[in-house]
Every structure is written in structure tokens, then in C-alpha cells.
């Protein structure tokens, strides 16, 4: 697609229950990368793909996030028992190059609120 | 750490004033630095940005010049419009080369 698309938009979700946000990046971005946006605040990242291996996810604050991209393109974010401080807008990203100096494009995010 | 600070806002100015909204780093060695736009309702967008000490990033009437001797890439315009109303986001690629990290933002808003 001519971008990067996450779905959905919004996703209310009662605490305890999980979630699974889904991101497809703009078709042939080998890089992929997950962040997490608290109201006020920048973006904090979360994790890191290039094609289906997982190099990164140093940024994911607790086993109860997980993060997958089997086939190297569609990447599913999921959270197990969702908490409160989860509440926040979860941007992916993906890059065409492996190195840094490539732009990202971002998605528009999903923001999530878990009540 | 690695960190990116940048000036609180939010930052009100009239139609055709002057823009500084300064960002100062923390890191080792001397990392790509960038400006990302989030305008209402879209995601993030580059800016600018710079790969090396001096090197200038420029778009879209902005500029920011990479100091390593004071570890700052302060964002400039010399007249803004109503159209540059956003949040401003201030970063640096991390050592790892694998993430960037972003300053807190900062919101400008111009009224005509």
C-alpha cells in the first residue's frame, strides 16, 4: 500500500482483557519497528523487526507484550491482561533499508484505552 | 543513557514571527539527529535531518544545524504560518542503530 496502515484506529478494552493491534507496512519494508506513545509524551520504543526476525525488543516493558511478524510483512502487537498505564497510542513504523540512515514511515497509530 | 531534551511548550506565535524551539542531546559518539512533525490527526513525519556534526537539515522553510560543541539541534523557521501548527518532536537514532528516541515534543500553534 502507499502506506503504512494499523488497525484499529481505536480499541477501548476493559482491564485484564488482551488486545492484538495489528500493523501492515508499506509492501517490501524489510525493517519494522513498534513504539508506544503516552499522552503528552514522545514516542518510547518497543521492539524492532527486520523481515520475520525479531532483533530488538528491548523496549518491551513486560512479558505481557508480544510482538510477531511471521511472514516478514504484517506485524501483530499483542498485550496479555491489560492494565491501565497500557493506555497509550501504539505507532508502527517500517523502513525500507536495514541501516538507520533510511526514513520511516510511520503509521497513524491505534490508540488504546483500557478502562 | 542516550536522551533527547527538548524546550517545554506550548509555544503560541503570531502569523509570520520567528520560530526557535531549541533540543539538546545526551549520547555517545555523534548519531544522526532528526525533526519529526505529528500534525492534528496524521502520524509522524520527518522533518529533517542531519548525519553528522555541521551538517545542516533544511525542508519546508526549516532548518537545524548539528552542534557537537554544545550537543544541540535547535529547529528554526524565520516566518511560520497557521499551517505549521503541530507537535514537534526532537530525536537521535540509538547506539544500537535499531531505534530513535524522542524528546517529549513540543506544540506550536500559530494563530493568524
Known amino acids: 500500500g502507499a502506506g503504512v496502515s494499523q488497525s484499529p484506529r481505536y480499541k477501548v478494552a476493559k482491564r485484564g482483557q488482551d488486545v492484538a493491534l495489528r500493523c501492515d507496512p508499506i509492501?517490501?519494508?524489510?525493517?519494522l519497528f513498534w513504539y508506544q506513545q503516552a499522552l503528552g509524551q514522545g514516542p518510547e520504543f518497543l521492539t524492532y523487526?527486520?523481515?520475520?526476525?525479531?532483533?530488538?525488543k528491548s523496549g518491551l516493558p513486560s512479558d505481557r507484550f508480544f510482538a510477531e511478524r511471521p511472514e516478514g510483512s504484517v506485524s501483530t502487537l499483542k498485550i496479555q491482561r491489560t492494565q491501565q498505564e497500557d493506555s497509550a497510542v501504539y505507532l508502527c513504523?517500517?523502513?525500507?533499508?536495514?541501516?538507520?540512515?533510511?526514513?520511516?514511515?510511520f503509521g497513524s497509530g491505534t490508540r488504546l484505552t483500557v478502562v | 543513557g542516550d536522551s533527547v531534551t527538548q524546550m517545554e511548550g506550548p509555544v503560541t506565535l503570531s502569523e509570520e514571527a520567528f520560530l526557535t524551539i531549541n533540543c539538546t542531546y545526551t549520547?555517545?559518539?555523534?548519531?544522526?539527529l532528526f525533526w519529526y512533525v505529528q500534525y492534528p490527526g496524521e502520524g509522524l513525519q520527518l522533518l529533517l535531518k542531519?548525519?553528522?556534526?555541521?551538517d545542516k537539515g533544511s525542508n519546508k522553510g526549516f532548518e537545524a544545524t548539528y552542534r557537537k560543541e554544545t550537543t544541540s539541534f535547535h529547529l528554526e523557521k524565520g516566518s511560520v504560518q497557521v499551517s505549521d501548527s503541530a507537535v514537534y518532536f526532537c530525536?537521535?537514532?540509538?547506539?544500537?542503530?535499531?531505534?530513535?528516541?524522542f524528546g517529549k515534543g513540543t506544540t506550536l500553534s500559530v494563530s493568524s
Open positions: 549520547a555517545t559518539g555523534y548519531p544522526s
Open positions: 523487526f527486520q523481515n520475520e526476525a525479531q532483533l530488538d
Open positions: 509492501s517490501g519494508h524489510v525493517s
Open positions: 513504523a517500517s523502513s525500507s533499508g536495514t541501516a538507520f540512515n533510511y526514513g520511516y514511515t
Open positions: 530525536a537521535l537514532i540509538n547506539q544500537a542503530g535499531t531505534a530513535l528516541i
Open positions: 542531519a548525519t553528522k556534526a555541521d
